[in-house]
């Protein structure tokens, strides 16, 4: 039996339309993080947080999984039924939805997600709807104390302990579209070294030495199914 533990960042969405943070046209060239995309910044401005993540919730139904997200789904499925004697788990820093739309079940959102909020007062996770703002009162403290349910800077990513079993576990870590320079994820390759072979799939050579076995640079939509095809045929 295969563990195949795959981290996915905002490059995998990318040819589906959604930007990236970094790169030629990255969110992160039009806003500042610390007022996007930290607790402070939205303390400071709860209504421009929510236009910004309001604008990324407005492109999500017209846009699509594309074939790396759709390969990673078949992949997992045939895990399931028995076609591919393996176990795959996304851990995904995108708070997009498209891997669930793209059939995958098993993924864990360590960055929150876009379609959720979080109530600061009780912690409840109602799902996000059009005519929310920050004055919605918690659908069950009712609270006016809703905020995006997104791991800001500063904060912990969500589900670590789970996240650090899968990585513990697994006999192959496998990184797409991901710049690696936000931890914890970036440091995910380092601790499985010991135990896991390392791949890579990214538009671009990541800066520096790569901690990965091996790197495979192109558009996710072409390298993905191709490595996930080697899999199944094998
Ligand atoms: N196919 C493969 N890789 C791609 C593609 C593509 N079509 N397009 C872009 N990439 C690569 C880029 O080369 C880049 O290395 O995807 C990576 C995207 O990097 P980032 O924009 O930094 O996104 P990500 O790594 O997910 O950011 C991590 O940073 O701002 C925080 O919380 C935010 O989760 C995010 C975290």
Known sequence: MQR????????ISQESGLQTFRGPDGLWNHE???????????????????RFYNGLRAQLPSVH??????????????G?????????TI??????????????????????????????HCHATPAWHTDCTPDTP?????AA???PDIVWFGEMPYH?????QRLAACDLFVAIGTSGVVYPAAGFVDSVADHADTMLFNLEAPSGRSAFDQTILGPATRTVPAWTRDLLNA
Do not use: K, Y
């Open 4 to 11: 195949i533990v795959v981290l996915t960042g905002a490059g």
């Open 32 to 50: 500042r993080i610390e007022d996007i995309c930290t607790p402070q910044g939205f303390a400071r401005d709860p209504l421009r947080v929510d």
């Open 65 to 78: 999984p594309n074939a790396a997200h759709r390969a990673l789904a078949i992949l997992e499925q045939a």
């Open 80 to 88: 399931r039924n028995g076609d591919w004697p393996g176990h795959l």
């Open 91 to 120: 851990i995904t820093q995108n708070i997009d939805d498209l891997h669930e739309r793209a059939g995958s079940r098993n993924v864990i959102h360590m960055h929150g997600e876009l379609l959720r909020l979080r109530c600061t």
């Open 138 to 142: 918690c659908p069950d403290c009712g």
């Open 145 to 147: 104390a809703l905020r």
């Open 160 to 164: 670590m302990e789970a996240i650090a």
